[in-house]
């Protein structure tokens, strides 16, 4: 008979594939563009970033930049007053690009009309449609793309956004009204992206200046229906979440990042960025551009992002690094080693995790054990006492955190056989195990 009890350890982090990976933002540059007044809107060509903005009489320009912000070309005016009803002039615009073009949408200053514009990637017009007319209010628009069609929102005010989907060619394919009571009202100054077949809306309560405490998500499908009712993702004690007009989704962590004005009036203030893991949960929330600012609009590519805002039109670009994952350690008889020894000796199992920039991240903990004959047990610190028990569950619920070696485990009665030892973490705080793919 074999008299020997061996050992194998797994240290075992298990963070989701869906999960955030735990980010440093840190900012490299900004400046003043040398044209336009508002809304300075950037997006990615595939080769250069292309920023937007509006001059101070009403027309909307163009100018590529490369990826450190130095600026290749000058800025091209690509609509103008001869564009709308009546030659007004324009006012508010969203912008993205998506298979080699642009789309803009915009609206006049009396906010009763609302256009669409294709461009090809050399800025030339290929295509322009009336989206709204004699249909006050257009301003503070939504925009988004899911790979081929275009999506414009129009607010509808005590209700949400009607939203239209076009196709590449700008032939409308749906008109759908999204929100409304009891649940599900939204005010404008909302950002908008698309991700995995499912569209991403976040908005505040309202726009009116200092009165705004919260913001919150909705998800849709391709076809915008509601898939996700209304849910708070932040809020503050004093009214001044403003404009929430940036959303943008980091792809190597799974994170979602929005960038919103913080006043309570309507002269503008700092930007914030919140950052939040796959699952919306918020991991931080920070000023990153002090002063009086507004409109945030954000684009992210590789390890960068870009950030255009109001004041007069104002380009950023931040670095992206995501920190490493938390380092757990596991050790049977204080090596980290598979290892034998003899049945009726002494095993002492010793666990620790140093957290990283992941400190304060919910997560599930797990600590467990399986035996050759496909026995699990697990750690249970979540039911007093705190022991050992038969089967595979969850060991504690709650933040990651430093932890010091602590013995889990002295016991001197295994029986002879083989034994895996499993420490770990997951943070889809949900009770399972959840495993990186």
Not at 65 to 86: H, I, K, M, W, Y
Not at 320 to 341: E, F, K, R, W, Y
Request: glycine share 8%; hydrophobic share 40%; net charge negative.
């Amino acid at each position: 008979m074999n008299r020997l009890v061996k050992l194998i350890l797994r240290m075992a982090l298990v963070l989701a594939a869906r999960s955030v990976a735990a980010q440093e933002l840190t900012l490299v540059t900004n400046f003043a563009l040398s044209y336009g007044s508002t809304f300075s809107i950037p997006v990615y060509d595939g080769s250069n970033v292309v920023i937007s903005g509006e001059t101070s009489d009403g027309n909307i320009s163009l100018a590529k930049f490369d990826l450190e912000l130095n600026q290749l070309s000058s800025p091209v005016v690509v609509a103008g007053t001869n564009d709308t009803a009546a030659n007004d002039r324009i006012a508010d615009h969203k912008h993205i690009f998506q298979n080699g073009y642009h789309y803009l949408t915009f609206s006049i200053s009396g906010a009763n009309y609302l256009y669409l514009l294709k461009l090809d990637r050399d800025l030339s017009r290929l295509a322009i449609t009336t989206v709204a007319s004699n249909d006050p209010p257009t301003n503070d628009m939504l925009m988004a793309g899911d790979g081929t069609n275009v999506c414009v929102g129009k607010f509808l005010p005590g209700f949400g956004h009607r939203i239209y989907k076009y196709d590449a060619d700008l032939n409308l394919l749906l008109t759908n009204a999204i929100g409304g009571p009891p649940n599900n009202i939204h005010a404008n100054g909302a950002a908008l992206t698309y991700y995995n077949g499912s569209y991403y809306l976040v908005a505040p309560d309202t726009l009116a200046p200092g009165q705004n405490y919260r913001y919150s998500r909705l998800i849709f499908d391709s076809d915008w229906q509601l898939t996700s009712n209304k849910t708070t993702i932040l809020s503050n004690s004093i009214p001044a979440l403003s404009i929430v007009s940036g959303l943008s989704r980091e792809p190597v962590s799974g994170s979602f990042i929005i960038h919103y004005g913080y006043m309570t009036n309507d002269q503008g203030g700092p930007i914030y960025m919140a950052v939040y893991d796959s699952n919306w949960t918020l991991l931080t929330n920070k000023s990153v551009i002090a002063g009086q600012w507004n409109r945030p609009h954000s684009v992210i590519v590789s390890n960068k992002l870009f950030l255009g805002y109001d004041g007069p039109n104002q380009a950023a670009l931040f670095s992206i690094s995501n920190a490493p994952a938390p380092i757990p350690v596991i050790q049977a008889n204080h090596t980290d080693s598979s290892l034998s020894i003899p049945a009726g000796d002494t095993l002492t199992i010793t666990a620790g995790l140093a957290a990283g920039a992941y400190a304060g991240a919910n997560a599930d903990w797990w600590l467990a054990a399986a035996s050759q004959d496909g026995a699990w047990y697990y750690f249970d610190y979540l039911n007093a006492p705190a022991q050992w028990r038969a089967g595979l569950a969850v060991t504690w619920q709650g933040p990651i955190f430093d932890l010091s070696s602590a013995d889990v485990l002295t016991i001197s009665t295994l029986a002879p056989g083989v034994y895996w030892f499993y420490f770990g973490v997951d943070t889809v705080m949900d009770g399972l195990v959840t495993l990186d793919n």
